[in-house]
């Protein structure tokens, strides 16, 4: 205890020592110690680190720390054009890059009055579909590791894999994919992708029948996460969780249906809920939104039309590369909006889209420039790790693990 | 009735003493109004029952840099009944650079409240743990204000004990 004082700030362990804590014993002063948590611990996702004021083996207190991987991109977005900051998105959820870009875009999109073409749109929300799926698998994944299944991990990272042979088509890059532009995508999705994913949802759901044959009889992964993590809807609520955590302690909120973006108005789909809200709850609602995702993808693919993708509007979108090199109005354009940014109106504008995580939203505040006077960031994983000490208190060490594998935070988008 | 007019008119009707700017740019509702009445206001709002703004998706703020007002704290709330959205904003001067915490109203922004202090040295009277929520502890600057330069001040951040 005494030499832990050195190392943690005072500030901290005044946070930790009165955080308040409803579950009390008898002389539980005599059992105390402070365990520090991370932020190189394997199980906590990245580098969140978590002090851990402990009864025994109980938790009576809890205080995560944040910063470790913060890079100031809010800071970032203000010096640079809105262009520039596409592949920076990559880096937020990097296990969803690809719902990022299309976060970003339509945020900008939004801002600057630019509609990209109904087929853009269609690839758009293909692969935000698609990265969810992804990050869904990992998420499931790794947190079936972190509680002892090891196998599994290895066969959702496997239909991950495919998802990223996906990308590799469509963009050229597997994991950081910068796909998206404003007005539109960078180019149009090629017949072999879209037959890959076409063949990827095929065959995707009997993989997952199996992934979750394999948890759902495994009576140790059920037993250590049943009742585990439990919050309820009020308190889910009222501590800012959003998507799939919120979801699973029954409140309805997907952004894909509350507040409609790109044409999921066109889809029909289920928005699954479960009542529980604990640890297990969070597992199947998962597996749940993979199969939703899956039904998406399927009807994007039968009613994506034919057109461009790229929006006609030459003072704001960048034109393509061919068109550049041989087309002298073109070149001007792409030296303009390169050098001086496509300059929306005055205003402020947010707009979020349902991430993988719950809600990823931009705000923005334009003075009329190039670059956005303010760029706010509304990073769901930031606010979901805001409930952790609530859902942690009165379990155990070896629960924390799975509680914080149950929530799925990314460091990267909390922070930032 | 539309929510964008029932807001406002339910606002001036509860706090007639208190000035509204109302906006609406780009089908987003803000209302501007003064910082000494947001705790009494965001209260109203999340327990009326039928506006019900449960959910606080954000706190930020702005920094306009040479204004006379510096700051603009905006919050970002959302009525999962109706699926409307609504940015509340409120000034900060940065010689009181200071403001109530609505901690007591929505939990949620405890995190959001600590990140804006952090980024740009704003106070939150009442707030249960203002920390830093990125920056180490010992550090002296606010990095979102606009006078902080991009690259960062060399020394600003000491280096960890050996």
Redesign the interface.
């Known amino acids: 205890m005494n030499q832990l004082d050195d190392e943690i700030h005072p500030k901290i362990l005044d946070a930790l020592l009165q955080s308040r804590n409803d579950y009390t014993i008898e002389d539980a002063l005599e059992n105390e110690m402070i365990l520090n948590m991370g932020p190189q611990h394997p199980a906590t996702h990245g580098v969140l680190r978590l002090l851990l004021r402990l009864d025994g083996e109980r938790i009576i207190g809890c205080v995560p720390e944040l910063g470790y991987l913060h890079r100031g991109y809010e800071k970032m977005a203000e010096n640079m054009s809105y262009y520039e900051f596409i592949p920076h998105t990559d880096r937020l959820d990097y296990i969803s890059p690809m719902a990022n870009n299309v976060a970003w875009v339509l945020a900008v999109e939004k801002l600057a009055g630019i509609e990209a073409p109904k087929r853009a749109q269609y690839i758009r929300m293909m692969i935000a579909e698609l990265a969810r799926i992804a990050s869904h698998l990992v998420a499931v994944g790794a947190f079936a590791m972190d509680v002892g299944a090891l196998t599994v991990f290895l066969w959702t990272l496997r239909e991950r894999e495919k998802i990223l042979d996906i990308w590799d088509i469509l963009c050229g890059a597997r994991f950081t994919n910068s796909y998206t532009r404003i007005g539109g995508v960078a180019n149009d999705a090629q017949p072999e992708a879209l037959a890959k994913a076409k063949w990827f949802i095929d065959q995707f759901e009997p993989y997952l029948a199996e992934v979750e044959q394999l948890l759902n009889t495994n009576r140790i992964f059920i037993e250590r996460v049943d009742g585990v993590g439990a919050i309820s809807k009020e308190d889910a609520i009222d501590l800012g969780f959003s998507g799939p955590n919120l979801r699973a302690c029954g409140v309805e909120f997907d952004l894909r249906r509350n507040a409609p973006y790109l044409c999921y108005n066109e889809i029909d789909f289920r928005i699954p809920t479960y009542t529980e809200g604990d640890c297990l709850a969070r597992y199947f609602l998962r597996l749940d939104e993979c199969r939703e995702s899956a039904k998406i993808v399927r009807q994007v693919l039968e009613k994506m039309p034919q057109g461009p993708v790229l929006a006609d509007m030459p003072k704001k979108v960048l034109p393509q590369k061919d068109e550049v090199y041989t087309k002298m109005e073109e070149l001007i354009h792409d030296f303009m909006i390169v050098n001086f940014g496509i300059n929306p109106p005055v205003g402020e504008i947010y707009h979020a889209i349902e991430g993988s995580k719950g809600e990823l939203g931009f705000y923005f505040v334009s003075k009329g420039e190039g670059h956005p006077w303010k760029c706010k960031i509304r990073s769901p994983s930031f606010n979901n790790i805001q409930a952790l000490p609530k859902l942690v208190i009165g379990h155990l060490i070896s629960d924390v693990v799975a509680i914080i594998g149950s929530i799925d935070p990314i460091m990267g988008e909390a922070d930032k | 009735m539309d929510l964008k007019e029932i807001i406002p008119q339910k606002l001036k009707a509860n706090f007639p003493s208190v000035e509204f700017e109302v906006s609406d740019?780009?089908d987003?509702l803000?209302i501007k109004f003064d910082k000494k009445n947001v705790v009494e206001i965001c209260r109203f709002l999340k327990n009326d029952s039928e506006l019900q703004f449960?959910?606080?998706?954000?706190v930020?703020a702005?920094?306009w840099a040479t204004r006379k007002n510096r700051f603009t704290v905006?919050y970002?709330i959302f009525s999962?009944k109706h699926?409307f959205?609504l940015?509340l904003k409120a000034d900060v001067d940065e010689s009181d650079c200071s403001i109530d915490s609505v901690t007591s109203v929505?939990?949620?922004?405890?995190?959001?409240e600590r990140?804006t202090y952090d980024?740009y040295g704003i106070k939150f009277n009442n707030h249960p743990?203002l920390?830093?929520?990125?920056?180490?502890?010992e550090f002296e600057y606010h990095?979102?204000r606009k006078e902080?330069p991009?690259m960062g001040i060399p020394g600003s951040i000491p280096l960890p004990k050996k």
Do not use: G, H, I
């Open positions: 740019y780009k987003e803000t449960l959910l606080c998706s954000d930020t702005v920094d905006v970002n999962l699926s959205r940015r929505w939990r949620a922004s405890n995190f959001q990140e980024m743990d920390r830093r929520m990125y920056m180490p502890e990095p979102l902080f991009l």
